[in-house]
RNA sequence: GGCGGCGUAGCCAAGUGGUAAGGCCGAGGUCUGCAAAACCUCUACCCCCAGUUCGAAUCUGGGCGCCGCCUCCA
């Protein structure tokens, strides 16, 4: 069985094959840093940590870079609004960024890059792409000339005609064709800038992802990925001046994940419809989050809901507490259907990495589990591919009160006193929120949200 | 207008040619002092119409409805 996944770029399933043996290069565009990251974000950094983490267990070395675009517009005009310094501002939702993504269990990047820290990169690529003639200057302006690249728009599959037809051509636009994209941007007076040959200015926003999957992972990587939204033109526009740029292909892979809606439309800032990541972590635990989000195909949209959002917290509950109450350590008899299960789970994510399609086999472990008490280490190890089973150890505690409560209601209990065991347990779960269970190994108590 | 995607049970959601995974909710049951947890059982004319095929949720054509990209957005 071999690993499957589609390729945006030949719309197609097609099989990964690296281009080092078991070494993946692996290039996922990050956020603009000028406010906190909401839900979508929160979907591709979670979709592509588990398409990341499943090429590690299957025996890669990924080695995984993700920027941050800490200059631009709106980062200029948010520091401006709030009278702050824009490198306050985006070191500010960098953290941020950590802060949030963190707690959805992605892994850090092997390397993070801040699109400041390579200028000089940038601006040697833009050079090389005026020698080259794919670029010319217009005013401080360097501009990309999309004509001269026969293949543009062969990613987004959209024809170079059409999309200028559909764009509105200004006159005071120094750009050849309206298709035409910034590589470096003249400063205005009073906004931040770097010295070049081409006066005071700073990096259009396509050319630092070019840049530094190239600085970081050479000319032709396998596997970049990103939001649908940015398949045109951010993608495109990396091909563009890339290939142009090195005359080789960029990237092997292309692949772009599904929307969050809500309300049956695409969240995202410009819309003004986000819900923040730090806001549903209010409501739910991190790892609830995450399993919210890979329980829908990554290429599928996500009509986000907060019923729905609860309905994950407890589903995931019930896998939590098999891999808790059951004996993980690992025992060489187990039952076959678990061998058939484990089979079935690796096939799901071998197919376009189906975490959704996983999710449900490991329900189906689940009954295997809590009726023969034998698998739960495989349970745990297929869970643990999808970043699940995260802080099971952590104990919790009660207060001294809650325990002389939990007692109080054995005493009753064992004394046949069933009417106060009752109100005691009751009282417990109205007032304390913990719910008793009583098992054959005793009581068990457990929260409840 | 161009390009792309989606429509599966009350809700969410896999499945892209072999007769519908899984989750939540609901109903019944086993277990339990009663519960809880767990387990068992039950719940789908796959948006509509036509076609191809021995066989279609899956392929083709035509509808209807919804969404996205074409401007910054994960």
Request: with cysteine.
């Amino acid at each position: 069985m071999s690993l499957q996944l589609t390729n945006t770029f030949s719309g197609k399933k097609e099989k990964f094959v690296s281009l080092v043996p078991n070494l993946v290069r692996f290039y996922l565009c990050g956020v603009t840093v000028y406010d906190y990251c909401h839900l979508g974000h929160a979907r591709a950094y979670v979709s592509f940590d588990m398409v990341r983490r499943y090429l590690m267990h299957r025996g890669y070395d990924v080695k995984f870079v993700q920027n941050f675009t800490d200059i631009d517009d709106k980062i200029i005009k948010r520091a401006h609004e709030a009278g702050q310094d824009y490198q306050a501002l985006s070191k500010q939702f960098i953290e941020a960024y950590h802060e949030d993504i963190d707690r959805l269990f992605v892994l850090p990047a092997t390397l993070y890059t801040n699109a400041t820290d390579y200028i000089v990169q940038m601006q040697d690529m833009i050079e090389g792409l005026i020698a080259s003639g794919h670029a010319y200057i217009a005013g401080g302006d360097v501009c990309f000339s999309v004509e001269n690249f026969k293949e543009y728009g062969k990613l987004s599959k959209k024809v170079l005609d059409d999309l200028i037809s559909n764009m509105r051509v200004e006159s005071s636009d120094a750009k050849r064709s309206p298709a035409d994209f910034v590589l470096w941007k003249a400063a205005k007076p009073d906004e931040p800038f770097w010295e070049s040959p081409w006066g005071k200015g700073r990096p259009g926003w396509h050319i630092e992802c070019s840049a530094m999957a190239m600085d970081a992972l050479g000319e032709t990587i396998d596997i970049h990925a990103g939001g649908e939204d940015l398949m045109f033109p951010h993608h495109e526009n990396e091909i563009a001046q890339s290939e142009s740029f090195t005359g080789k292909r960029f990237a092997k892979y292309w692949m772009h994940n599904g929307f969050v809606t809500i309300n049956h439309e695409k969240m995202s800032k410009s819309l003004h419809n986000f819900i923040r990541i730090r806001d549903v972590l209010e409501k739910v635990d991190g790892e609830s989050l995450r399993f919210y989000l890979l329980r829908v195909q990554y290429r599928n949209p996500l009509h986000f809901s907060e019923p729905g959002l609860k309905e994950s917290q407890q589903s995931l509950a019930r896998l939590r507490e098999a891999v808790i109450t059951h004996d993980r350590s690992e025992t060489p008899n187990f039952p076959e259907a678990i061998t058939h299960l484990k089979e079935k789970f690796y096939a799901a994510m071998d197919d376009d990495f189906n975490a959704a399609e996983a999710i449900g086999v490991l329900f189906e472990m689940l009954r295997v589990v809590n009726t023969t008490s034998q698998g739960a280490h495989v349970l745990y190890e297929l869970g643990q591919v999808l970043g699940l089973f995260n802080d099971l150890d952590k104990t919790e505690s009660v207060s001294d009160e809650i325990e002389a409560l939990i007692e109080a209601r054995q005493q009753a209990r064992a004394s046949k006193n069933f009417a106060e065991s009752d109100r005691l347990r009751d009282e417990l779960r109205d007032v304390h929120g913990v719910v008793l269970e009583d098992g054959a190994g005793g009581v068990r108590w457990k929260r409840v949200g």
